[in-house]
């Protein structure tokens, strides 16, 4: 290996010899005399030696001659290798090790951008893994080619549309998700508020459900179902998707999994929670909600029978197994975690809990009640003491004896160190993790610690609850005027957010203006 150079020249100029003036990212020298700058990434010199042996025994390093055929080339600078030619490889293992979301998109991602799809989602995937790296190195030449790179997918983007088969066009709901983790990552755009949402709504509806029977297209649409439910919670608003055909013509090929089922049940939440705002629709609401709690109830036993001894209870390191009848009662509910046998498990009991903070929030609602804060008597502490002591031979709450949020919101946020775990390293597609599950979680987590117990502390060990109000906040039922609506730019009013990019602004209105013939 060489001595690296010291002077700060740009490559071009250090191989012509000549005194740069280190402008960058290109000196204007190079330019001025029509040589392509090089730029001013340090290369990788290599030299080959080899081992010679002394008359006295000893032997030394030395350099190996090329041949004299060679002789001509030797007269050159010496090869260096430029570290630009791994940027793509380098960049996407920044993303995925550094990204505080990266383990809950990964397996979605990866799917998104094999040789079955588009080549156009590669081209994303590049885009918001140089912007990334980028913004983190602080490379405003790495972050330029993100963007460019992004302006070329929209531009392509737009020309793909007129492709007649429905069943190309479906394929572009993938690329639509990368788009929106672009705009996630790059534009900070509030995770409550899914860009891009209504390019996938028009492109849905344009293919009809029976597109999605194919096999291949089947987990693009669980992912955009759930991407399409974040948007309707945090807007507090039906969800088209909650119709028979949605949930019925896409899986006449092939049979519904627990997922499936699951979320069968959760569509139909977002349409209640609009409805029971208003006092005179309450009554009809307690209907549907009695019967969507039988409805996951039976869901509940019917994954206990198919996956009982798929999961663990694990002590939280840090945190001491607490007296049952001494400690505080939230900090004994997240004294542990939940690993399970695959993150596809994982992710459905985090899911069943959502669903069933957010009915048992719907339902306080129309009983009058906060759906925000939960007081507990001394009998209902009891009761929640009573089940985290059988819990330690159950690891999983029973169907049926969740009777407060917190038990729900405890247990769905104990799935989240083995999900950030497994999905870092699963090689098979699942459906994409939207901000929702965990936000209601977190929500309903947050109004019920902070009286007594530092939430903060908790939540530390993860880092997607590095920004939580802009990525969490409105995950929650709400009657007065609903917060998760707030600054979000409704695409059928034509509002914007205050201080959104205008890269934003420019992509949302690509979205609005997809017209499908």
């Keep these: 290996m060489g001595r690296q150079p010291t002077s700060g020249y740009c490559q071009t100029c250090r191989r012509r010899r000549v005194k740069c003036d280190k402008t960058r990212p290109e000196c204007k020298r190079c330019a001025a005399s029509g040589h392509t700058c090089g730029g001013y990434v340090l290369p990788l010199r290599v030299h080959a030696f080899g081992v010679q042996s002394e008359t006295d025994g000893t032997q030394r390093l030395v350099s190996i001659q090329r041949p004299s055929s060679l002789a001509k080339l030797a007269s050159r600078p010496p090869l260096e290798l430029d570290f630009r030619v791994f940027e793509e490889e380098i960049s996407a293992s ?19 951008t094999n040789d079955e799809f588009p080549a156009i989602n590669k081209l994303c995937f590049r885009a918001i893994s140089y912007g990334y790296m980028g913004l983190g190195r602080r490379d405003q030449a790495l972050q330029a080619k993100g963007r460019q790179l ?28 990368l788009m929106g983790i672009y705009e996630f990552v790059m534009n900070n755009i509030m995770g409550r508020a899914p ?28 992912s955009c179902r759930a991407l399409l439910l974040c948007q309707s919670l945090c807007r507090q608003s039906r969800c088209f998707l909650e119709e028979t055909p949605w949930k019925t013509i896409p899986w006449q090929r092939a049979p519904k999994t627990f997922e499936d089922r699951l979320m069968d049940i959760f ?13 005179t629709n309450r009554a009809a609401c307690l209907e549907k909600i009695d019967a969507l709690s039988i409805a996951l109830n039976d869901w509940r036993w019917n994954w206990q029978c198919a996956n009982s001894g798929s999961v ?24 542990a975690s939940l690993e399970f046998d695959s993150p596809r498990l994982a992710l459905d009991i985090l ?70 775990r497994l999905m870092a390293t699963t ?15 977190y929500c309903a987590l947050r109004d019920q610690l902070q009286l007594d117990f530092d939430f903060s502390r908790l939540v530390s060990q993860f880092p997607i609850f590095q920004d939580p109000q802009r990525v969490f906040a409105g995950y929650f039922v709400s009657v007065d005027g609903s917060p998760g609506r707030q600054n979000y730019c409704d695409a059928g009013n034509g509002t914007e957010e205050e201080g959104e990019t205008i890269s934003w602004k420019q992509t949302n209105r690509l979205s609005r203006r997809l017209t499908l013939q």
């Design 195 to 222: 860009p891009h949402h209504v390019g996938i709504i028009r492109i849905l509806q344009h293919c009809g459900p029976e597109t999605y029977q194919d096999e291949r297209l089947l987990d693009l649409f669980r």
């Design 150 to 177: 992004y302006g070329q997918v929209l531009t392509e983007f737009q020309s793909l549309l007129r492709q007649p088969p429905k069943a190309e066009l479906a394929k572009l709901g993938f690329t639509i998700v």
């Design 267 to 279: 569509v139909d939440l977002p349409g209640i929670a609009e409805a029971v705002v208003v006092p």
């Design 312 to 335: 663990r209870q694990v002590h939280n390191e840090g945190m001491e197994e607490g007296d049952i009848t001494s400690t505080p009662l939230m900090e004994l509910i997240l004294q």
């Design 427 to 441: 090689p098979t597609a699942v459906t994409v993790v939207t901000p929702a599950t965990i936000g209601i979680v």
């Design 94 to 112: 920044h993303f995925f090790n550094t990204f505080n979301w990266a383990p809950f998109w990964r397996p979605a991602m990866l799917a998104a």
């Design 351 to 420: 899911l069943y809990n959502a669903a069933l903070v957010y009915l048992m929030q719907i339902r306080s609602v129309a009983n009058g009640q906060d759906p925000r804060h939960e007081p507990l008597s001394p009998d209902d502490e009891g009761y929640i003491r009573q089940q985290i002591a059988l819990s330690r031979h159950n690891p999983l709450l029973l169907p049926g004896t969740v009777k407060f949020r917190c038990q729900a919101a405890a247990e769905g946020f104990m799935t989240l160190s083995c999900i950030r």
